[in-house]
């Protein structure tokens, strides 16, 4: 039976990751420092173990205990709008991170690598996006993604780690954290319209993205490492069809059943319009047909109503104040 370390496995993509694994018959460690996940999360029959990837002597504890085969690693923190503004977070947590999980990985012979990067190292190039394109991230996030991807490549090629990278990008669904202010769009709108709040948009909303439903999303991570010939590959993961942020604010009241008013904010930095070309994806891992976003929204939407309302939390440690927005400041 193969052992895998999940890391991020009490957050949002990582729960389903371990729900996956669990399903094909892994023994998973969940390693999460609860910063953005939930304790409910996580899957009864893994072995949870709170901690953080910057915690190298902790990370040489479990490889020595564990003998992990495969490595999962969806630990991070996802805002890319926010981390020009965390920026010595962000390195310490995304980067340093992930480098000391690469260094275990490697002195414990560990057969594969799972890394999910992010659409976010592409920059503001025309989209569709594809994986023959050099990336030119344009935030912090998708510096720190792009440097993992890089460091693995040249990990592989020194000591033979293999590895598997995903750039997924808007990913929704069950167990979002809609608590957080920065970053999961769908998940912020949810928890607005629950509380009878404006729905709050960066400028004129015309933004363009490929909102993905996390079920065509987490199976093929989890499974991935079966597949041989995507190993030491680079494959973008997603939905093909793109919405503005606008259609995605009237989806989401419809599946909310709730109507509620657009309010839009001061437009901030950030990539106008972001989708990706998925056929290497899907000539490696042929899949059925993706949910649509509104059957999406509506299975979500049913979930969040029942998980109920979270309050919405400021990040503690705002590093640079000049050009925050102001939304985020607000109680």
């Given at each position: 039976m193969n052992t895998s370390l999940v890391t991020g496995g009490a957050g949002f993509i990582g729960t389903h990751v371990v729900n996956e694994l669990i399903k094909a018959g892994h023994n998973v460690v969940v390693l999460d420092d609860l910063s953005g996940g939930f304790l409910d999360n996580v899957n009864p029959k893994a072995l949870?173990?709170?901690?953080?990837?910057e915690d190298h002597v902790l990370l040489g504890k479990l490889f020595d205990e564990h003998k992990?085969?495969?490595?999962?690693?969806l630990a991070a923190y996802a805002a890319e709008g926010l981390s020009h503004f965390i920026k010595r977070f962000n390195y310490s947590n995304n980067l340093i991170g992930s480098v000391n999980l690469i260094n275990e990985s490697v002195k414990h012979k560990v057969k594969c690598f799972v890394f999910?990067?992010?659409?976010?190292?592409?920059?503001?190039?025309?989209p569709p996006m594809t994986e023959d394109m050099v990336p030119i991230p344009e935030d912090p996030y998708g510096i720190a993604k792009y440097a993992v991807e890089m460091d693995l490549k040249v990990t592989h090629e020194m000591f033979g780690l293999n590895y598997i990278i995903f750039r997924p990008h808007n990913v929704y669904g069950e167990y979002q954290n809609f608590g957080d202010r920065y970053r999961n769009v769908v998940g912020i709108f949810m928890n607005q319209l629950m509380q009878g709040k404006q729905l709050t948009v960066f400028g004129d909303g015309s933004q363009t993205r490929a909102f993905s439903y996390i079920g065509d999303v987490a199976p093929c991570?989890?499974?991935?490492?079966n597949n041989k010939a995507a190993y030491n590959q680079v494959f973008n993961i997603g939905a093909d069809k793109e919405y503005s942020v606008n259609e995605l604010a009237l989806a989401t009241m419809k599946a909310m059943q709730m109507k509620g008013e657009i309010r839009h904010l001061e437009a901030r930095n950030e990539v106008m319009h972001a989708f990706?070309?998925?056929?290497?994806v899907k000539k490696h891992f042929p899949s059925s047909n993706p949910v649509i976003l509104q059957d999406g929204l509506n299975t979500m939407a049913k979930w969040a109503k029942?998980?109920?309302v979270r309050k919405s939390k400021k990040f503690k440690d705002i590093e640079i104040m000049e050009k925050l927005p102001p939304v985020w400041l607000e109680d």
């Open positions: 949870f173990i709170q901690g953080s990837v992990f085969d495969y490595v999962y690693h999910t990067s992010s659409i976010a190292v592409y920059g503001n190039q025309k991570i989890a499974n991935s490492v990706s070309d998925h056929s290497k029942s998980a109920g």
